[in-house]
């Protein structure tokens, strides 16, 4: 969304000098979230022309009706495309982070957006919820910033909270070349890239991702686009059907 006030790529500092657990994950997104402060997405705030992703969000919102944001951190796709569209959606959106949480409902309060629930929690989260409850999904710098293992494991429960045919929106980052790493604070494993000692990416190639798709979800289009400037690498989107 061109006006989100914070990208999962934040280059909030978090010091630390062994491998990452979840629980660091979180609390290190915690802790960066709470530098934010509420937003409000007005009307005019949304261009005509938006954004590869926005397009997609909005697009969503028209041929979906119950659409999920796993990992939606501050909430700014869903409040947008209440924003756009009226409120005619049921939106839910889960994130880990509950710093991200509370700044989702006060800002979705202040952009006086409709019918979104906005919830903490994680993967047992979905795995508590019915099957089939949804007939549209969104996830945006999520399922890459987490390890890979973990992003898998929500990405079957994505599948499982779709109808057949249910549309899918995955944004994930830019992949890194490990070659290119030269900056001390960077660091690569088998597991992924490290900024300071912290997790930050499972850093998987687009054929990579394409593959782990493949198990549960038809690709109707993909996409490439460079989000942090026109010489920047190119972040990814999929849109995907539930098989």
Same mark, same amino acid.
């Given at each position: ?50 954004? @590869? ?5 909005? $697009?969503?919102?028209? &041929? +979906?009706?119950? %659409? ?5 951190? =501050? ?25 991200? @949480? ?5 800002? $979705?309060?202040?952009? &006086? +957006?409709?019918? %979104? ?5 994680? =993967? ?120």
């Amino acid at each position: 969304i061109p006006f989100r006030p914070m990208d999962r790529n934040s280059s909030f500092r978090y010091t630390k000098n062994r491998m990452s657990t979840e629980k660091e994950i979180v609390a290190f997104w915690n802790r960066a979230f709470e530098e934010i402060e509420p937003f409000a997405i007005k009307p005019s705030d949304i261009a005509t022309e938006t954004d @590869i992703l926005s397009q997609e969000v909005f $697009a969503l919102g028209e &041929k +979906a009706h119950r %659409i999920i944001d796993v990992g939606c951190g =501050l909430g700014e796709c869903l409040i947008a495309l209440s924003v756009e569209n009226g409120g005619k959606n049921d939106l839910f959106g889960l994130d880990g982070a509950s710093s991200a @949480i509370a700044i989702a409902k006060k800002s $979705a309060e202040l952009s &006086k +957006a409709k019918n %979104i629930l906005f919830q903490q929690g994680s =993967l047992e989260t979905l795995q508590k919820m019915p099957s089939a409850s949804f007939d549209g999904a969104l996830s945006s710098n999520f399922l890459d910033v987490v390890p890979l293992p973990f992003g898998k494991a929500c990405l079957k429960e994505i599948a499982r909270l779709l109808k057949p045919r249910g549309l899918f929106v995955l944004k994930i980052n830019f992949y890194s070349d490990p070659s290119t790493l030269k900056r001390p604070r960077f660091a690569m494993d088998s597991e992924g890239l490290y900024i300071d000692g912290m997790f930050r990416s499972s850093n998987q190639t687009t054929e990579t991702w394409l593959s782990i798709l493949s198990e549960d979800f038809i690709l109707l289009r993909q996409e490439e686009y460079p989000r942090l400037g026109m010489n920047a690498p190119k972040d990814r989107l999929f849109v995907l059907e539930r098989k």
